[in-house]
């Protein structure tokens, strides 16, 4: 589950697909309790005392409450229906993950690392993890939105055997605490990536960045071109864009349309009601719906038990307060003007079924980089370099390899 700006309708849409299903499987269930008793006519008893009772109506029999029973009949329907609902608003997760094959390697949350603890000006804390050898090459990994440094399992344990690698948590996600001024301006975060940098040492480092990760690296060379060359040897941006993410997307044009109007204010609508749309997060994870999102925007169909349901679970984890502000930053993001004047060697990811990021916008930033080169995964979606981590991890480790001598100075 990454999100961005233009999955705001898909959000709300969810949202109330979670409380429509708990709330009609409520309604069934105090239906069926309200009918457990129904009525029926009762047989006619005449006596002395009732010597004209053979004169009434049919109309006028006398009636019986009887107990329910279980049958072809409304009260059952209404008992196994709601059931049914109440099953799957809290047990359908369960349906759509088993349909896809558990792999030898299911990730898991690691936190094995060297840890640091980076104070930034606004107050913001941020989760740091050094992994690997102090003298290999400096990599340092910035995740997609909504997600944390997890995202980096597979890479952690591949990458880190010869190589120093860097994840960090970016602000208000996984273990880094929120700005006090609420700022997620892309700005900001690039800040916060300088901050992060300067744990590398004198050494320079390799920059690799998934979705909002490749914004930060691309605004971060708009605002420190000086450390390209010096800091930074090179880049990797791995299902990312170079603009508004509205504008790079399937149905673009209906997105940007939609933007003002629509999209912004749902966004913000989402940070005024954050608990209660934490507690629909919940509910669509639990019902199952969370899933076929996540399979449909972020996974080809290769993706494994664990890999679906582990970054499924960040429909839980994330706020959707810093969830909204993150993307309503991405509106404003703008890197194009920026490609031509990176002078680094960079290797530009995409998958083939990348709808979030279509491969166009990997195509255009790769010639439009100077000394870029494109590399594609497939069959691939938006989390591509997890669903298809082996592949993912060869394309750095080589890419890496070309750098060394630079690396090593």
């Known amino acids: 589950m990454l999100f961005m700006p233009f999955q705001i309708l898909g959000f709300w849409l969810r949202s109330l697909l979670a409380l429509l299903i708990l709330g009609s499987g409520i309604y069934l269930l105090v239906e069926w309790y309200n009918h457990r008793q129904i009525t029926e006519p009762a047989a006619q008893v005449q006596t002395e005392s009732q010597p004209d009772a053979g004169a009434r109506s049919s109309d006028e029999q006398s009636v019986r409450i009887v107990p329910w029973r279980f049958g072809l009949n409304r009260e059952t329907a209404f008992l196994l229906g709601g059931l049914a609902l109440i099953v799957w608003s809290f047990g359908g997760w369960t349906i759509r993950p088993l349909l896809r094959r558990p792999a030898p390697d299911e990730p898991n949350e690691i936190h094995d690392g060297e840890i640091r603890r980076l104070r930034r000006p606004d107050g913001t804390e941020l989760q740091v993890e050094i992994y690997g050898p102090p003298d290999g090459v400096p990599i340092l990994f910035t995740h997609g939105w909504s997600l944390d440094s997890n995202e980096w399992y597979y890479t952690k344990k591949e990458l880190s055997r010869n190589h120093q690698l860097i994840v960090w948590d970016l602000p208000g996600l996984g273990k880094s605490s929120r700005p006090a001024n609420n700022d997620w301006s892309l700005e900001k975060l690039a800040g916060d990536l300088d901050a992060v940098l300067t744990l590398a040492g004198d050494r320079p480092a390799i920059l690799v960045g998934h979705s909002i990760g490749g914004m930060i690296i691309l605004t971060f060379c708009r605002l420190f071109p000086q450390a390209l060359g010096s800091r930074i040897c090179g880049l990797v941006l791995a299902h990312t864009t170079y603009t508004n993410p509205v504008k790079t997307t399937s149905l673009a044009g209906l997105y940007t349309a939609l933007q003002k109007p629509v999209l912004e204010p749902l966004c913000h609508l989402i940070v005024w009601l954050a608990p209660l749309v934490w507690v629909m997060n919940i509910l669509s994870y639990l019902n199952g719906s969370a899933h076929r999102s996540t399979e449909r925007s972020s996974f080809s169909g290769q993706e494994s038990r664990g890999q679906l349901n582990f970054i499924t679970r960040y429909y839980v984890k994330a706020w959707p307060g810093v969830v909204a502000r993150g993307m309503l930053a991405m509106f404003r993001y703008e890197a194009t003007a920026t490609l031509a004047a990176i002078p680094l060697p960079t290797l530009v990811v995409t998958g083939d079924q990348d709808k979030t990021c279509k491969p166009d916008a990997s195509d255009y930033m790769a010639k439009n980089i100077p000394n870029a080169r494109l590399a594609m ?33």
């Open 377 to 409: 995964l497939q069959p691939a979606k938006h989390c591509g370099l997890f669903e298809h981590h082996g592949s993912f991890d060869k394309l750095v480790i080589e890419f890496v390899s070309t750098l060394e001598p630079a690396a090593a100075r």
